[in-house]
Nanobody
Framework: QVQLVESGGGLVQDGGSLRLSCAAS????????MGWFRQAPGTEREFVTS????????DYADSVKGRFSISRDNAKNTVYLQMNSLKPEDTAVYYC????????????????WGQGTQVTVSS
């Protein structure tokens, strides 16, 4: 069983930056593809980005390409989401997700989810 705990959310101004972290429990972290999803009020949860077990493959939603960057540190069981040039439309609860032996989490029903962290971008 993998438990995921997100941190790093908060309030930032339009054009600002935030870095989210997701710490995972368990000794098999390096077997999991990790990713981030987000959900704004009144909308469906949507894919943001993911990274495969080794970090060699990343995938991004078109809306965040060039602004967001995902990375992972398998020695620390942690995945990161660097968010730059934030826009008010990026406001959402951001969820960390994990699935074993996947190349990407895009279009995938993730096996494990964190509780979420709020990101609010003010205009």
């Amino acid at each position: 069983q993998v438990q995921l705990v997100e941190s790093g959310g908060g309030l930032v101004q339009d054009g600002g930056s935030l870095r989210l972290s997701c710490a995972a429990s368990g000794r098999t972290f390096s077997s999991y593809a990790m990713g981030w999803f987000r959900q704004a009020p009144g909308t469906e949860r949507e894919f943001v980005t993911s990274i495969n077990w080794s970090g060699s493959y990343t995938d991004y939603a078109d809306s965040v390409k060039g602004r967001f960057s995902i990375s992972r540190d398998n020695a620390k069981n942690t995945v990161y989401l660097q968010m730059n040039s934030l826009k008010p439309e990026d406001t959402a609860v951001y969820y960390c997700a994990a699935s074993v032996y996947k190349l990407t989490l895009k279009g995938v029903k993730a096996e494990h989810w964190g509780q979420g962290t709020q990101v609010t971008v003010s205009s």
